[in-house]
């Protein structure tokens, strides 16, 4: 809580240089550098613990190369990822703050049902780990908190350019208005780039903006579950997901500090979202983590994330591309995990309508999730990765090139 310390001295003294221990890039980096020594000081204890208490990794026979050597490999290695986090958020975010307060929730629910899952597969020897609708009820749940929460909370807003006004030069400026409540968006690549979900509806009529949730929190329910599965399914091998997910994570960090700052917004022509910066503080946390996990999860990989791990990147991603209206651009920034899922449901419907129309299933690829139709095809495991991380970077530069491309 050191950033109510600070900012309780800087008004009692009047301290010099208003806002210091409030300035967000000071404070994200504070953010990132404890992040990162927490999960590569305290990530080696953990993995030490969870090799002592025999969490270790069942694997299934896929006749895949090295898989055999995998086998009692730690996992539940998530937790080092959601203690890095939230440690150093608490300590330098505004804990109070709307947003930062949807990421802890976040985090800490993912975490839980991704514990639960690693503990049946682990403990109760079941490899398929916590039942798939309960799974889905959890990401329903928090699909539900999240989008009633940005739709009903006084402090979730945006301010728009809506007016104008003669300054001394007698040049004619645009100004930010007042702050206001609207389900809008940002759509990638047009010049009117603003999308409202009550216009789904319009044709109710007049007042049909305020049954605009009926849309928007549907929206945000499938967009936390496609994104936390398309996550699950992309930790397969050494460093996919948690390398894939600091890219993604990054890129999400620079999105929240443009549009919470309000001459970058005025610049780029793009929402202003008031205390929405804060969450550069949450996302170099976690982006830190990520990276420190990386260090143990590189291959050959001394820990797995687990679904504790790969369950909560999904959600919190997918929740802060919502917060900063970004969510038209997960197909491309997580084309990675996009691909992974695709490929499962290619896979699946197409074995399955083969079997039914020719009484024998065939499949487009090797094996799904894509990651291993590439193993087949007897890639080592570290190429793969390493492409997938390029791939990964381009989407994020094209994600990025998008604010002024349209």
């Not at 300035?23 to 980096?29: D, I, K, M, P």
């Not at 301010?159 to 004619?172: A, G, L, R, Y």
């Amino acid at each position: 809580m050191l950033y109510y310390l600070f900012e309780f001295l800087e008004k009692q003294y009047q301290l010099p240089g208003a806002g210091l221990f409030q300035f967000l890039t000071f404070r994200a980096a504070l953010s990132v550098l404890l992040s990162l020594l927490i999960a590569m000081v305290y990530g080696k204890r953990i993995i030490l613990f969870l090799q002592k208490k025999q969490i270790g990794e069942s694997i299934r026979d896929l006749g895949l190369e090295g898989q055999k050597q995998k086998a009692g490999t730690p996992t539940m290695g998530g937790f080092i990822i959601i203690i890095s986090t939230l440690l150093p958020v608490i300590l330098f975010a505004d804990v109070k703050n709307i947003y930062v307060i949807l990421l802890i929730v976040t985090t800490i629910w993912m975490g839980i049902i991704g514990f639960v899952d690693d503990y049946i597969k682990t403990f109760k020897k079941d490899k398929q780990g916590l039942k798939g609708g309960f799974k889905v009820m959890g990401q329903v749940g928090l699909g539900l908190i999240v989008g009633l929460t940005l739709y009903f909370h006084p402090a979730v807003t945006i301010k728009e350019k809506d007016s104008t006004t003669i300054t001394e030069n007698f040049k004619v400026e645009r100004v930010f208005g007042d702050e206001t409540k609207a389900v809008r968006t940002n759509v990638p690549f047009f010049k009117n780039n603003e999308l409202d979900y009550a216009d789904f509806i319009s044709w109710i009529g007049e007042g049909a903006e305020d049954y605009a949730w009926l849309i928007f929190i549907p929206v945000v329910i499938l967009i936390v579950t496609a994104v936390s599965n398309g996550a699950n399914l992309t930790d397969g091998i050494d460093g996919l997901a948690a390398g894939s997910s600091a890219i993604i994570v990054l890129t999400l960090g620079i999105f929240a500090w443009v549009s919470g700052n309000i001459q970058f917004s005025d610049y780029l022509d793009i929402f202003y979202l008031p205390r929405v910066g804060e969450l550069v503080v949450f996302i170099a946390a976690f982006a830190g983590a990520l990276v420190g996990f990386l260090w143990y999860n590189t291959y050959p990989a001394q820990v797995f994330m687990g679904d504790t791990g790969s369950l909560t990147i999904g959600g919190v991603i997918a929740v802060i591309a919502i917060i900063v209206r970004k969510e038209l651009l997960i197909p491309i920034l997580c084309g990675i995990f996009f691909a992974e899922s695709l490929s499962v449901m290619l896979q699946v419907g197409y074995f399955k309508h083969t079997k039914k129309k020719y009484g024998e299933g065939k499949r487009i690829f090797l094996m799904a999730p894509l990651h291993h139709h590439y193993q087949k095809k007897l890639y080592h495991e570290s190429k793969i990765v390493t492409r997938f991380w390029i791939i990964g970077i381009m989407l994020a530069i094209i994600s990025i090139v998008t604010l002024k491309i349209r």
